[in-house]
C-alpha cells in the first residue's frame, strides 16, 4: 500500500543516547504492526537484537522482505521514505545508530 498523504513520524521509538557524534535510538514492532512512515535525513547503522523477518515498504508501495537475525547489522546511506512492517508473531526491535559527523 503506498503511503499517500500520511505524515511522517519518528525514525525509531525511543532516543537511548544523544551527542554531538551520534544519535543512538530503538526501534520496536510489535507482531502485526507497523513503524511510522519516516525519512533519515543522515546515514546511519542498525544492529538487529530481537529477530523477525520484516517488510521494507517504500513510500510508493513497493516492498521488499529483509530477513533480521539477531546481530545483522547494515550501514544505511541511502535515503527513502519507508516503514517497516513485522508480519510475524514475535517483536521485532534494533538499535539505531544516527550518524551526525
Known amino acids: ?11 525509531a521509538t525511543d532516543v537511548l543516547f544523544e551527542n554531538d557524534h551520534v544519535k543512538i535510538w530503538t526501534l520496536v514492532v510489535e507482531p502485526g504492526e507497523a513503524s511510522s512512515w ?16 520484516i ?4 513510500e510508493n508501495g513497493v516492498t521488499q522482505p529483509v530477513p533480521s537475525p539477531v546481530g545483522r547489522w547494515t550501514y544505511h546511506g541511502q535515503h527513502d521514505i519507508h516503514r ?18
Open 38 to 53: 519516516h525519512l533519515h535525513l543522515r546515514d546511519y547503522i542498525t544492529v538487529v537484537v530481537e529477530s523477525a523477518d
Open 1 to 11: 500500500m503506498a503511503r499517500k498523504d500520511e505524515p511522517l513520524g519518528d525514525i
Open 84 to 101: 517497516v512492517i513485522n508480519n510475524t508473531k514475535t517483536r521485532f526491535k534494533n538499535i539505531l545508530i544516527e550518524l551526525k559527523s
Open 55 to 58: 517488510t521494507l515498504e517504500l
